[in-house]
Each structure stands twice: as C-alpha cells, then as structure tokens.
C-alpha cells in the first residue's frame, strides 16, 4: 500500500531540463563502457607480448572485467537505493576513468588484471542506471524515441570497438585503448553532475539495510558462472575437475541467492518483478537475443581472420557496416515506435535477423568482402527492430520506482545470454569442424576418383608427403568452413523460434 502511495505521489515526475540533455549525459557513459567492453579483444596479442605473458594469461584482461561487471550488473538498482542514483553514477563514472588509467599505465599482468577489475565494477553500474534514468526521464510515448537513442551508443559501440582497437594498436599503442576513455569520462561526469538529478522515490528510500548474505551468493553465483563460460572450453568442459565443481558452486550459489531474495523484505535485486508478464518476457527474449548477438559478432571476425587470413583491422572493416545498418534503423524505429504496435516491430526484428544469420550461413572461401559487409548490413538493420520495441514493451508495465531494479537483471540476462552464446558456438565450431573432418576424410580413399586426380596434379610440384599435406590442409580448411556454415543456420533458426514468445506481451498503452 505504501509503494501504491508513493508511486500515486511520484508518478508524474519529470526532471527540471530537458530530457534530452539528461539522455546525452548518461549517453557518454554508456557509450565509453559499451565501447570498452570489446575494445580490448583485438589487443590481446600485443598486451601479452608487452607484459611478458602467454595467451592464455592475456584472456584474464577479458574474463576479469566480465566476472566483476556480472556482479554489479544486478545490484545497480539497489546500490542506487542506497546512495542515490546520480552519485552512483557519478561514482561509477570516477571508477570507471580512473582505473582506465592505471590499466593503460600497468607494467604487469596482475596490476592489469586488478585495474579490469575496477572498472568493470565501475562499468557494471553505468548501463542499467543510464537505462532506467532514460525511462524514467521521458513520458511512456516517446520512450521508444529515447531507447532508439540510447540503442544508437549501446548496439554501434561494440561494433566500432574491434575495429578502433586494432587501428589505435596498429598505429599508436595498446595503451591508448584505456587512455581514450579519459576525456570522455571527466566530460560524462560534469554533466552528470550538472544534469541530472534523483527523483523522489529514490530520495525517499535511501536509507536500507545491507543483505550480505544475498550479496555473497549473488557474487559467487556470478564469478563462477562467468569462469565456467569463459575458460570452459579451453579444459574441454567437464572432463576437467575444475570445471565440475565450480558449475556445482555456481549451480548452489543460484539456488541459495533465489532463495535469499525471496525471503528478505529488502533484497539486493528484488526477483519479484519478474511476476510482471512483460517483464518476464522481455527478460528472457533478450537473453535469447544476446545468444544471437554475441554468436555472430563472435564468430565472424575469427572466421574472417583464421581461414580467409584477413588482419585484424580488415577483419574489423568488415564486419563494421553493421554499425551502419544499426544507425539506420534506429532512426526508423524511432519515428515508428510510437505509432505502430511494438511486437509486430519486434517480428519483424527477429525475421530481418534470422535472414541475416542464414546469408551468412552461405559463405565459402571465395567470398569477397561485399558477401560480409551485405548479411552484416542487414543483420545491424535488425538489431534497432529488436532493440527498442523489446526494451519498450519490457519496461512499459512496470512502475517508475521498479526501473532501476529491472534493468539491472534486464541487461544482466543480456549479458549472459552473450557469455552462454559466446561459449556455445566456440565449443560447437570446435566438436564441428571434428565431425565433418571425420565425414569428409571418408571421401580421401583410393576410389575417389576425384581425389586421385587432385593428388597427382599436386604430385607434379612436390612430394607424395607434401601433397598429402596439403591435402589435409584442405580438408582442415573446409571442415572448419562446415562447421561456421552450421552455427550461423543454428543461430538462424533460434531467431526464428524465438517468435512464439513475443506472443506472451501484452501491448502497452501509451498515455
């Protein structure tokens, strides 16, 4: 009854400028975090030879941040509750810059390690406040407009990223993919400070008490979850001892923190939002979405790179017409969100993006750059579809004073969606490219007549052991592109099942 009151009393608020100024300054927060978060890959090679550490040393810069980002992702809304909206996102913002520097200036793995620890910590409460300021800012019929904005830094971000990170490697030095972040985040936190501002709700609830215990399994939850997924199939999964338990302390710490929240009256992510239907949802197609998402942007640039030997900046070139097709479209789902139905949009996001996925599953090795840069055009053309009508119908049923909660866990279960998706199609293109190996070596016998003919124009130049190679380097080659020409179809049909459950929303009605 008291919430009922307080959101009676509250529910009109709006800030004292301009929502759009506000939708600016919480922009280059965003922004700079997003762009951040894969900034990095292209650099690893470079970091590892600097510092003095192997590859497999050099992936803890990824890991480290994703583990402490998971964490915070979900307790955003309660740690504003706590010391208020504005000055965590301006305390995020300070942790964010400042550990960009130290990461830029490390002189050793581990002092690199720990400052990617802070600022994922620090990037971990910047998007979900940034988001539930935004919708909050701005009444329910233009908060598709708002989100096609905000869409434009948090979808074109991570797209630029690969290719700025290995463009300011090439030329300057992987330092300066940290030091970049500096003035844009002294220029995000003056006008954070200038612009915007807590509502009432926030004010009113500052004072809370600490739930430890929900926190800690929520951490161990997250950190284990995240180390599974990301070192999983380097130690082939399961057969590894390490692998089993830390799943099973994941799996524990899941069951404990579900339990904790429900139980408490003041929990660290308040599970009890996810009655809303809507919300539900949308929190489960957009982690489905981030499975498709990071799948493709995963898989294509190592594609580009392993078997057509395209450098990383080419590779990079590539797949960035994407940006292009997002651009686009969110300047369309901008203008049309507000008038036509927000799940018939979100269809037509997901068919766009299956067609996509399915032009990518044609590829071959003699593809030129036009067969990336067209799918990749489209396949970002469908991501403002998805983007802002998702998020829209997501949060449109929800009360202002529950945002901030909800776009924690919405964009947690983004991004694991993207960790699982990540560590599926990295598994299935390995166990892939072995079962089409075994197919296609089948075809490599003395009856072939085809391959007796390959085997002996190539034994004109060179050995019988060399042609064989060669040979196999073939079979290698092409039992790889298999196995690519698989995952892009599986991601295909995902987007395509994921249909059905737009049909669990309920239209929001706009005031």
Same mark, same amino acid.
């Given at each position: ?37 894969? %900034? ?8 590892? $030879? ?8 050099? =992936? ?12 915070? #992702? ?88 690969? =290719?700025?990170?290995?463009? &300011? ?7 300066? &993919? ?105 929190? #489960? ?39 292009? $097709? ?50 990749? %055009?489209?396949? $970002? ?10 998020? =829209? ?69 060179? =050995? ?48």
């Amino acid at each position: 009854m008291a919430a009922d009151l307080l959101d009676d009393a509250h529910g009109n608020w709006v800030p004292s400028v301009n929502p759009w100024i506000v939708a600016v300054s919480v922009m280059l927060a965003t922004f700079m975090v997003v762009l951040d978060s894969s %900034v990095a890959n292209v650099a690893l090679p470079h970091i590892a $030879g600097n510092l003095s550490a192997t590859t497999d040393e050099s =992936t803890w810069v990824l890991t480290s941040y994703l583990v402490s980002n998971a964490i915070v #992702l979900p307790a955003s809304g309660w740690l504003a509750s706590m010391i208020g909206r504005k000055r965590l996102l301006m305390l995020s913002i300070a942790m964010f810059t400042v550990s960009s520097l130290i990461c830029g200036a490390a002189v050793s793995m581990p002092m690199l390690i720990l400052a990617r620890v802070l600022q994922g910590a620090g990037g971990g409460g910047m998007q979900p406040i940034a988001q539930a300021i935004l919708l909050e800012s701005f009444p329910v019929e233009k908060r598709g407009a708002a989100m096609a904005a905000y869409g434009m830094g948090v979808v074109v971000a991570p797209i630029i990223g690969p =290719t700025l990170g290995g463009w &300011i490697t090439d030329s300057y030095s992987w330092r300066w &993919i940290f030091y970049i972040n500096l003035p844009m985040g002294i220029l995000a936190l003056f006008m954070v400070n200038l612009f915007v501002e807590d509502p009432p709700y926030i004010r009113a609830s500052l004072k809370r008490r600490i739930d430890y215990a929900g926190f800690l399994a929520m951490a161990l939850w997250l950190g284990s979850l995240q180390l599974v997924l990301d070192k999983g199939q380097e130690d082939d999964w399961f057969a590894a001892a390490w692998i089993c338990a830390t799943a099973a302390l994941s799996l524990a710490a899941m069951a404990a923190f579900i339990w904790r929240e429900l139980a408490v009256t003041d929990p660290i992510v308040n599970l009890r939002v996810l009655k809303n239907c809507n919300f539900s949802a949308g929190t #489960l197609i957009t982690a489905v979405y981030g499975v498709i998402l990071y799948g493709v942007t995963a898989m294509l640039p190592l594609f580009l790179q392993t078997l057509l030997q395209y450098p990383a900046l080419q590779s990079g070139l590539a797949v960035s017409p994407r940006g292009l $097709g997002s651009f686009l479209s969110m300047f369309v789902v901008g203008r049309l969100v507000s008038v036509v139905d927000n799940r018939v949009l979100l269809a037509f996001g997901f068919i766009i993006l299956a067609i996509s996925a399915a032009m990518l599953g044609q590829i071959n090795l003699e593809i030129a750059m036009s067969s990336v840069a067209w799918p990749n %055009v489209i396949n $970002g053309f469908a991501t403002g579809f998805i983007f802002v009508p998702l998020t =829209t119908l997501a949060m449109g049923t929800l009360r202002k004073r529950e945002m901030g909660n909800a776009t924690g866990i919405y964009n947690l279960m983004r991004n694991i969606g993207g960790s699982v998706g990540i560590a599926v199609v990295t598994t299935l293109l390995a166990r892939g490219a072995q079962v089409h190996q075994s197919i296609l070596v089948g075809h490599l016998s003395a009856a072939n007549p085809a391959f007796q003919q390959e085997l002996g124009a190539l034994q004109q130049g060179v =050995t019988t052991q060399q042609a064989y190679g060669l040979i196999y380097a073939q079979l290698i080659r092409q039992s790889t592109l298999l196995a690519y020409m698989d995952i892009f179809r599986l991601l295909a049909g995902l987007a395509l099942a994921t249909l059905p459950l737009i049909l669990f929303f309920q239209r929001v009605r706009r005031k």
